[in-house]
């Protein structure tokens, strides 16, 4: 069995092997919500297959659909992730088109940070397959179907039976997949009529970028600051949810009031927890409000961009 420090190094190597590494994004503040119905994911979803199948100068090692914006982390140059981006906007545009569905898509841009390391690595695949669990109280990050991190360390999802696009059947394909050169798609397969995730997201390289399942596990949740910076640069709204707000500011309460329970602070000590948590953690009013049980027109008036 390896050490710690020979996983360390073997994860380090394969970094160093595979780069370049991309935080593909778009704004979801400004887009309306295009993806409404689990029939809009499914869409959507098999629109990124098709492109990332057709166009392999990229390679996806995990992304989230959500509502009106996307995360991906990509392994190519930067210019051809943009372009894989373009490809599957041109898809998914065309596709809702045929079926009725009017929307402006101006705002469905996509911007491209760099990931200069292994460990910004880890917490960027981390941030992405966090997006919908801390967006939704109704999934984990095991649990949402729109995006890798339900493939990710994942044995009894790759034991589902999917099946290959030949024996899908031509007809069913085309129908499925919106796409009438099969041929040119025979890598994906599919389970119960949805892409099947690994058939064209890698995420056996993602995974091969932590040590071993329990330190995936362990930075779910144990990475706020990470987090935070990375918000910041994404200019995301909500990032943690309420429970790990809730931890942040205990451990705050503790270290500068000497008290972790939060009932007991003073006003004048939760206002100063609350613009910790605004300003350091991205905390929306509302998540404050809930938490100090501080009445929300205060909390307007001390953050006036986040009224939510």
Known sequence: MLTFAEKERTCEIVFEKSGPFWHLYTDGRGMEDFLCTEEDFKIAMTALAVAAVMFKKVRIITFELMSNHIHMILNGESEHCLELFEKFKARLRR????????????????????????????????????????????????????GGGCAYFSPCFNLLPAISIQELGFNKAREVTHFREIRLIEDLKFFENIVFIPSFCRTDIGESMFRDARSYFN???????????????????????????????????????????????TPEQKIRISKELHFKYNASNQQIRRLLKLDIGILNELFPQQSS
């Open 219 to 265: 930075s779910l949740t144990r990475n706020a600051e990470a987090f935070s910076q990375i918000a910041q640069k994404l200019k995301d709204s909500v990032f943690l949810t309420d429970d790990e707000i809730y931890a942040v500011a205990t451990m705050y309460s503790e270290k500068t009031f000497g008290s972790r329970q939060l009932s007991l602070l």
């Open 95 to 146: 596709i809702l088109k045929a079926s009725g569905r009017i929307i402006d898509w101006k705002a469905f841009n996509a911007d491209i940070l760099p990931i200069e390391n292994l460990n910004a690595l880890r917490n960027e695949i981390i941030y992405v397959n966090r997006n919908a669990f801390v967006a939704n109280p109704q999934f984990t990050p095991f649990s949402y179907p729109w």
